[in-house]
T-cell receptor, first 118, second 113 residues
């Protein structure tokens, strides 16, 4: 079974600064997908960014980018120019590229609580 | 376009009571999922359904049953609620295979006393 580890329960950053959230995962598969989800106090889960394991290029979405290191099984999220609205729980998630059974669901880390200091 | 909707938003049950959490999506998605989120934890998969008429167990299926009523609706039933089932429950749906994202509902906060 795959596992996802987020080693930073909480991070704090000054508004307009850059912060990096860490995520490592354990899998024996070679083809999979990785995601970062944001959960604000409203509880709604919002996709921030996704990465296909077969793509070497790191995904980027506006101020959000990832550093995907497949050999190291590492998938960190960098938030540039942090804004107050970025304050939330951030979850790293893994999904196998193989369909069928629970493999089709997401495996989540425990999350990192991001605080933005004004 | 409502996306994924869940009812109810909040529920309090006594130990041993039963209830059904409802989920519906209007995005014509094939796959649907139920997760639970406990304090200090990420979401964990309870059951999922790849298509109408099919369901599969996830990581934590014990104590739950599901029904994929049609393509739109996927319900989660607690037959005899236990305090350990106190949690926030999320329903999600996804279009197809590949790297498509899962869209989540707003969640149901369930407390079992």
């Amino acid at each position: 079974a795959q596992t996802v580890t987020q080693s930073q329960p909480e991070m704090s950053v000054q508004e307009a600064e850059t912060v990096t959230l860490s995520c490592t995962y354990d899998t024996s598969e070679s083809d999979y997908y990785l995601f970062w989800y944001k959960q604000p106090p409203s509880r709604q889960m919002i996709l921030v960014i996704r990465q296909e394991a077969y793509k070497q290029q790191n995904a980027t979405e506006n101020r959000f980018s990832v550093n995907f290191q497949k050999a190291a099984k590492s998938f960190s999220l960098k938030i540039s120019d942090s804004q107050l609205g970025d304050a939330a729980m951030y979850f790293c998630a893994y999904r196998s590229a193989n369909s069928g059974g629970g493999a089709d669901g997401l495996t989540f880390g425990k999350g990192t609580h991001l605080i933005i200091q004004p | 376009n409502a996306g994924v909707t869940q009812t109810p938003k909040f529920q309090v049950l006594k130990t041993g009571q039963s209830m059904t959490l409802q989920c519906a999506q209007d995005m014509n998605h094939n796959s649907m999922y139920w997760y639970r989120q406990d304090p200090g934890m990420g979401l964990r998969l309870i059951y999922y359904s790849a298509s109408e008429g099919t369901t599969d167990k996830g990581e934590v299926p014990n104590g739950y049953n599901v029904s994929r009523l049609n393509k739109r609706e996927f319900s989660l039933r607690l037959e005899s609620a236990a305090p350990s089932q106190t949690s926030v429950y999320f329903c999600a749906s996804r279009y197809g295979t590949g790297g498509y994202e899962q869209y989540f509902g707003p969640g149901t906060r369930l407390t079992v006393t």
